[in-house]
């Protein structure tokens, strides 16, 4: 009975990750509230895994990774730090590092 109380308890503390899917909308609200979730973006030339982390003081901190394309991208990864004042629309590419920021600005 402890067991199976501590691995209730503990799946509720520690995976509260919302699980998005494809739905653009749930993952748009999530930016919106910068709430802790994760979706696949479907876009024209690659998906995009999109992990909100949640606040980092005054800013929503997003992970964006390419999923298999048919661009060079597949695997590279960016990390965005969006202003909470700024954070009306679903658009991330300022304020982020790495390797997908890179490709995405040349």
């Given at each position: 009975m402890i067991v199976a109380s501590f691995l209730l308890l503990s799946?509720?503390?520690?995976w509260p990750w919302k699980n998005c899917g494809t739905d653009k909308g749930c993952l748009e609200e999530a930016f919106k509230?910068?709430?802790m979730a994760y979706g696949t973006w479907e876009a024209e030339h690659s998906d995009i895994n999109v992990t909100i982390i949640g606040k980092m003081g005054d800013a929503c901190r997003v992970n964006v990774t390419a999923a298999e394309t048919?661009?060079?991208?597949?695997?590279?990864?960016?990390i965005c730090d969006v202003s909470m004042s700024e954070n009306i629309?679903?658009?991330i590419m300022k304020n982020c590092t790495g390797e997908l920021t890179e490709f995405i600005t040349e």
């Open positions: 799946g509720c503390i520690l509230k910068c709430e048919d661009l060079n991208i597949s695997g590279k990864t960016m629309t679903f658009s």
